[in-house]
């Protein structure tokens, strides 16, 4: 098994909190996010990880090259990072082709190693990871069923749901759900949509998908958080990061 991340972005709305660094280069408890992301899917067995790099990217090199893991890590360079997720999920999924299921992921993220786990176990071969404990607002992307279907994959969510809880931001799909996934990116940058946000693709399949296609994780309860804003940067130092330490789960 592979993974797919995308680390391209500028990360404008953390202000100068990261010093002109790529979000995926932020340390916590010493270390990058990256070196975390390398060692947690290593761990879990995965093969290799594909980065789809963009602003500052010669950092993300460095970084590599200071963990000696070229050996695992490859990037591809969006030159369009500038513009939505969509684009950085059309190119890593053009040099991804996997012939096996694969974990798509996002790389701000500091999160506890049994998320990773859950995804790469037995299970459905297209999975989200849902936590229920979550600040209702307009900034979580909601996942949200009905008797058990999906029914919504959105930030705004105007739709009847019995269950919801935020996405982590970290997926597995299937090859041929690769496919659907990047010739959906595709028509969106066809259509001139290249300011969207990756998970408008995903919920396009989500909602087209049949009953059993795609399935779920539970994580509520596993500390996580993603870097957005300069309080996220506060919660992972005072509150993520002990819960990581003290669950032996880092």
Same mark, same amino acid.
């Given at each position: 098994? +592979? ?7 500028? $990360?404008?709305?953390? $202000? ?10 932020? %340390? ?9 992301? @390398? ?6 067995? !995965? $093969? ?5 790099? *963009? %602003? ?7 970084? @590599?090259? /200071? ?15 500038? +513009? *939505?997720?969509?684009?950085?999920? %059309?190119?890593?999924?053009?040099? !991804?082709?996997?012939? *096996?299921?694969? #974990? ?22 297209? /999975? ?8 209702? *607002? ?15 994959? /959105? ?30 990116? =595709?028509?969106? #940058?066809?259509?001139? /949509?290249? #300011?969207?946000?990756?998970? =408008?693709? @995903? ?36 509150? @993520? ?10």
């Amino acid at each position: 098994m +592979e993974a797919l991340m995308l680390a391209a972005g500028i $990360g404008d709305r953390l $202000g100068g909190s990261a010093d002109g660094r790529p979000k995926v280069l932020m %340390h916590f408890g010493g270390e990058s996010l990256l070196a975390r992301h @390398i060692a947690i899917l290593r761990d879990a067995g !995965l $093969g290799r990880l594909t980065m789809v790099t *963009g %602003h500052n990217r010669e950092m993300i090199e460095d970084e @590599i090259d /200071r963990l000696d893991a070229r050996d695992f890590v490859r990037t591809v360079f969006n030159s369009d990072f500038r +513009e *939505g997720s969509v684009v950085s999920m %059309h190119v890593g999924l053009a040099a !991804l082709d996997p012939v *096996g299921p694969f #974990l798509f992921m996002d790389g701000d993220v500091l999160y506890d190693r049994r998320m990773i786990e859950r995804l790469v176990g037995a299970g459905r071969e297209n /999975r989200f990871l849902l936590d229920r404990e979550f600040l209702p *607002g307009d900034e979580p992307v909601k996942l949200c069923l009905r008797a058990g279907r999906f029914v919504e994959f /959105r930030k705004k969510v105007e739709v009847e749901y019995d269950l919801w809880g935020e996405s982590v931001g970290f997926f597995r799909f299937s090859p041929d759900m690769a496919r659907i996934l990047r010739m959906r990116a =595709e028509a969106y #940058l066809a259509e001139g /949509r290249r #300011l969207e946000p990756y998970e =408008e693709v @995903i919920r396009d399949a989500l909602l087209a998908a049949g009953d059993g296609v795609f399935g779920y994780e539970d994580v509520t309860g596993l500390p996580w958080v993603e870097i957005d804003f300069p309080g996220d940067i506060r919660r992972a130092e005072t509150e @993520i990061l002990p819960l990581l330490r003290d669950g032996g789960a880092a």
